[in-house]
Nanobody, 130 residues
Framework: VQLAESGGGSAQSGGYLRLSCAVT????????MAWFGQAPGKEREGVAG???????AYAESVKGRFTISHDNAKITLYLLMNSLEPEDTGMYYC?????????????????????????WGQGTQVTVSS
């Protein structure tokens, strides 16, 4: 399984970026996927997650600004980042894991926990200037 992020770069505060994560070799049709951000000198934190049924979960800091989505046919993950703030600066990683759950919701404690995930991309840098 390989995950490859793209779309990072530089933006002004208030601007936007769209990240993509292409997944190849994935063995299962049901999955959880997520975006994690890591600011310089800080821990990696969950930003947004989505399951193969399209249920989503977001960190409080990005609600209303970021939108996670996916293309099931290609297993591609996206993160539309609007109203960017300098605090959004950091490396962004996509992650994936098989989803054997039967629940009808996607709790943030699961979707935004890095220990949930088995597969990781190499990351893409996002820099937001004020």
């Amino acid at each position: 399984v390989q995950l490859a992020e793209s779309g990072g770069g530089s933006a002004q505060s208030g601007g936007y970026l769209r990240l993509s994560c292409a997944v190849t070799g994935y063995p299962d049709s049901r999955y959880l996927m997520a975006w994690f951000g890591q600011a310089p000198g800080k821990e990696r934190e969950g930003v947004a997650g989505i399951d193969s049924d399209g249920r989503t979960a977001y960190a409080e800091s990005v609600k209303g600004r970021f939108t996670i989505s996916h293309d099931n046919a290609k297993i591609t993950l996206y993160l539309l980042m609007n109203s960017l703030e300098p605090e959004d600066t950091g490396m962004y990683y996509c992650a994936a894991v098989n989803d054997a759950r039967s629940e009808s919701s996607l709790p943030p404690w699961l979707a935004l926990n890095q220990h949930t995930y088995s597969y990781w991309g190499q990351g893409t840098q996002v820099t937001v200037s004020s």
